[in-house]
């Protein structure tokens, strides 16, 4: 079982950019799948972007484009998300999860998760 922790969250300006991290701990991420999800108050948890074991990704949200762009290290146990063009309704709590194989945006798919990084867009 993979322990995560996230970090990097904070408050941004609309327009800037973060960088998130997810720092696993355990057996290490080579074999896994991992993927960002958000969740903001009110609102239902949703599928951020997705890295898969061999290293190619999906972005949830944009479909494509530089806007979210998601990276591994494998030797570093690291996963990091970088955000940029931030705009309010990116705000919210993110968290990393983690699963064998093939990525999923479904979040039950999901067996280990953090405990999230709040992100809050704002002036």
């Known amino acids: 079982q993979l322990r995560l922790v996230e970090s990097g969250g904070g408050l941004v300006q609309p327009g800037g950019s973060l960088t998130l991290s997810c720092v696993a701990s355990?057996?290490?991420?080579?074999?896994?799948?991992i993927t960002w999800f958000r969740q903001a108050p009110g609102k239902e948890r949703e599928g951020v972007a997705c890295?898969?074991?061999?290293?190619?990704?999906?972005d949830y949200l944009e479909r494509g484009g530089d806007r979210i762009i998601i990276s591994r290290d494998n030797a570093k146990d690291t996963v990091t998300l970088q955000m940029h063009r931030l705009k309010p309704e990116d705000s919210g709590k993110y968290y990393c999860?983690?699963?064998?194989?093939?990525?999923?945006?479904?979040?039950?798919?999901?067996?280990?998760w953090g405990k999230g990084t709040p992100v809050t867009v704002s002036t």
């Open positions: 890295i898969r074991a061999r290293g190619d990704s999906t």
């Open positions: 999860a983690a699963r064998p194989g093939y990525c999923s945006g479904s979040g039950p798919q999901y067996d280990d």
């Open positions: 355990g057996p290490g991420i080579r074999d896994y799948a």
